[in-house]
């Protein structure tokens, strides 16, 4: 019977990605919950490197595949190689970081065992000895329950909203046997042929790294009041972002946008500056660990979700604000 939790972490070159961890955490807590064990696979260039990383959370085993035809992600090459894992390890469970990368081959995946595959959960509960895994429906507008019909034989496909769950949550200090899974692709044909990988957007910092974001919205009113609210980044030591009406007018570069057609964040600390707080911005930044709102409409839905907030002017808090941090500073 087919037991236990395997996670496909996403890595880059040798290094794990964060959604990578976040989604080994996940399984970490759903495996303590369901008293079951938790290994993981770890594939492309370098695996070995990140499987070796893996290999420090408390998990079981962590396996390993780099073979030449995984040098570059295609869709064929990744689900082939990890339906043969799976295979071997017989999981009840296959969990991934809901990545570009998961929503592109893990329906391919899922689909090959005759499964279905719920995707981009942002969190779940154990329940009567089964999980229950949430998604958003309608944009974020509601939460929505979904678990599985008990089948045995092939496991269950569940992918991780980024921040759905920390990667502080994370259980390190293991020491998992690392392991070459063999995964031989011969015969299996890869019908992608990478010839250039190359960045849609080059920014200068990646948002989903930072500690501390200050972000903007259309509270700003204008181009030139943005020194405002950069002052207050510079004093935070933070990383300026905005929501997607100041990256639409050109204000700020579309690399710094937060939301569900921009970048999903989970910093330490969000400040949010005049912004009003609509549905397709929460769910970039609801995985904060604390957030602070600053706007003048007591009623803006931010201060839902706010541990702090501040009603009032920008242009009167913000400054108040920095130079306080400043004084603080020395």
Known sequence: MASGILTIVEQNDGKVSRIGWEALAAAQEIGAALNQPVSAFVLGKNAQAAAKSVAEAKIQQ??????????????????AAARQVIERAQP????????????????KLATSFGRVFISDSVGFRHEGGAV?????????????DFSFTPQSGTPYFVSFQASAVSSDKLQKGGSAAVADAGVNLTGVAI????????????????????????SVGRGIKE??????????????SADLAASRPVCDDGWLPMDRQIGSSGQTVAPKLYVAVGISGAIQHIVG?????VVVAINKDERAPIFDIADYGVVG???????????????VKG
Not at 132 to 144: A, D, E, L, P, S
Not at 226 to 234: G, I, Q, S, Y
Not at 285 to 289: A, D, I
Not at 314 to 321: D, I
């Open 132 to 144: 229950v895994f949430v998604r958003q429906m309608f944009q974020g507008k509601i939460n929505t």
């Open 313 to 327: 002017d920008l242009f009167e808090v913000v400054p108040a604000l920095t130079a306080a941090i400043k004084e």
């Open 62 to 79: 962590a396996w390993f595949a780099e073979n030449a035809e995984l040098a570059n992600y295609t869709p064929d090459g990744f689900s």
């Open 285 to 289: 930044m609801k995985g904060s660990r």
């Open 223 to 236: 181009k030139d009041k943005l020194p405002v609210v950069e002052e207050l980044a510079k004093a935070l």
């Open 191 to 214: 019908r992608t042929n990478v010839l250039e990988i190359f960045e849609g957007v080059k920014g200068k910092v990646d948002l989903t790294k930072a500690d501390i974001i200050v």
């Open 92 to 107: 009840q469970y296959v969990f991934a970081g809901h990545s570009y990368q998961a929503r592109d081959y893990m329906p």
